[in-house]
């Protein structure tokens, strides 16, 4: 049984440095929709290193698509470009070298990831983040609960009206 129907949004865009900023914006922002908050920082590091690798080697155009799929406990993000070139591989960065890394940091922070060949279309690189079980809300006020000692019965107050004073304003009025 599904308790819980499969979500999805998709991107296409070119991979250029401008544009992945803003593809790291939505997919923080649809992630906070799903309520799924915590997974953000990990989902934006890893579109943002697979983005990179589209930019930086991907050929002949920087087109590429970007899927977001939440199914049941398992978010999968993944980016299709159009470069059916050797798969990417994780490399062993030199401790001085400024790139290289983006394979190993999804690695590091995801529970899978790999690649999906598409012939000579191209090829899917994804990874996944386990998604937090879903919290139950909260009703939308307290539970009433009766206490121990029933509260004091009411009792009519017997004081008298209290009447108004009126005074005479400063001519005597």
């Given at each position: 049984?599904?308790?819980?129907?499969?979500?999805?949004?998709?991107v296409?865009?070119?991979?250029?440095?401008?544009?992945?900023?803003?593809?790291?914006?939505?997919?923080s922002?649809?992630?906070?929709?799903?309520?799924?908050d915590?997974?953000?920082?990990?989902?934006?590091?890893?579109?943002?290193?697979?983005?990179?690798?589209?930019?930086?080697?991907?050929?002949?155009?920087?087109?590429?698509?970007?899927?977001?799929?939440?199914?049941?406990?398992?978010?999968?993000?993944?980016?299709?470009?159009?470069?059916?070139?050797?798969?990417?591989?994780?490399?062993?960065?030199?401790?001085?070298?400024?790139?290289g890394?983006?394979?190993?940091?999804?690695?590091?922070?995801?529970?899978?990831w790999?690649?999906?060949?598409?012939?000579?279309?191209?090829?899917?690189v994804?990874?996944?983040?386990?998604?937090?079980?879903?919290?139950?809300?909260?009703?939308?006020?307290?539970l009433?609960?009766?206490?121990?000692?029933?509260?004091?019965a009411?009792?009519?107050?017997?004081?008298?009206p209290v009447?108004?004073?009126v005074?005479?304003?400063?001519?005597?009025?």
């Amino acid at each position: 049984m599904i308790s819980q129907p499969s979500r999805q949004c998709t991107v296409e865009l070119q991979a250029l440095p401008s544009r992945i900023g803003q593809v790291r914006r939505i997919v923080s922002a649809q992630l906070r929709y799903w309520h799924l908050d915590p997974l953000i920082d990990e989902a934006a590091l890893g579109v943002t290193e697979l983005l990179t690798n589209v930019h930086r080697h991907a050929e002949p155009d920087k087109m590429c698509t970007v899927e977001i799929e939440l199914l049941l406990d398992r978010l999968t993000i993944s980016v299709q470009d159009h470069d059916p070139t050797l798969p990417p591989a994780v490399r062993k960065a030199d401790g001085m070298a400024t790139g290289g890394r983006g394979l190993a940091l999804i690695a590091a922070v995801s529970e899978a990831w790999g690649v999906r060949p598409l012939g000579e279309s191209g090829k899917t690189v994804w990874f996944t983040l386990a998604a937090p079980s879903p919290t139950p809300a909260l009703p939308p006020y307290p539970l009433y609960e009766p206490t121990a000692t029933p509260a004091p019965a009411f009792r009519e107050s017997r004081a008298r009206p209290v009447r108004e004073r009126v005074s005479a304003g400063p001519s005597g009025v």
